[in-house]
């Protein structure tokens, strides 16, 4: 069976600040992919960062990067130097056979 | 491009009342999904498509049926609404599994509310 487990409900982070979101998952399936999407309080579903399960090297976009350890199955995502506007809700998602399964979500508040 | 929209975006429901949620997307996507989202549940996969005229059940299937009669479209149908339904209903499109990274693009969520 296919999970995705967020074990942090909420995270504090001053500005400016770096900090990590974890996200550990299980498949069977070699073949995968893994995915952020943030959820600020306005509802949208924004797209963060993708990683392959063949990807060789970790992801990053910008300030988002995903620590990517395979043999623990883990994908954590880290955000490098905390803005108030990344206050939100961070999901993360595993891509096996056509679909997305998420987690159950981390709400971050990042504080002056 | 408009991307993917949702209509409508708000609705109030009786119980067994029927409506139907029509999701576009004007970017030729293959994939379709409709998601469910309940406080604290993130979101779940109700019913998706791969294709046009193609649907298959996610992992909260029942009380819905869906019809992809256009690629572009995706209609998510409540036959006899229930209180159990209420809920923001995401819509989500993606290309497909041998065309890149299945980045999923979200709409913007129907807020449905089953008295």
């Known amino acids: 069976a296919q999970k995705i487990t967020q074990t942090q409900p909420g995270m504090f982070v001053q500005e400016k600040e770096a900090v990590t979101l974890d996200c550990t998952y299980d498949?069977?399936?070699?073949?995968?992919?893994l995915f952020w999407y943030k959820q600020p309080s306005s509802g949208e579903m924004i797209f963060l960062i993708y990683?392959?399960?063949?990807?060789?090297q970790n992801a990053t976009e910008g300030r988002y990067s995903l620590n990517f350890q395979k043999a623990r199955k883990s994908a954590n995502l880290v955000i490098s130097a905390s803005q108030l506007g990344d206050s939100a809700m961070y999901f993360c998602?595993?891509?096996?056979?056509?679909?997305?399964?998420f987690g159950t979500g981390t709400r971050l508040q990042v504080f002056p | 491009n408009a991307g993917v929209t949702q209509t409508p975006k708000f609705r109030v429901l009786k119980t067994g009342q029927s409506m139907t949620l029509l999701c576009a997307q004007d970017?030729?996507?293959?994939?379709m999904y409709w998601y469910r989202q309940d406080p604290g549940m993130g979101l779940r996969l109700i019913h998706y498509?791969?294709?046009?005229?193609?649907?298959a059940k996610g992992e909260v299937p029942d009380g819905y049926n869906v019809s992809r009669l256009k690629k572009q479209n995706f209609l998510l149908g409540l036959e006899s609404a229930a209180p159990s339904q209420t809920s923001v209903y995401f819509c989500?499109?993606?290309?497909?599994?041998?065309?890149?990274?299945?980045?999923?693009?979200f709409g913007p969520g129907t807020r449905l509310t089953v008295l």
């Open positions: 998602a595993l891509y096996n056979t056509d679909k997305l399964i």
């Open positions: 989500a499109s993606s290309y497909s599994t041998w065309q890149g990274t299945h980045e999923q693009f």
């Open positions: 970017m030729n996507h293959e994939y």
């Open positions: 990683q392959g399960s063949y990807d060789q």
């Open positions: 498509s791969v294709g046009e005229g193609t649907t």
């Open positions: 498949t069977s399936d070699p073949s995968y992919g």
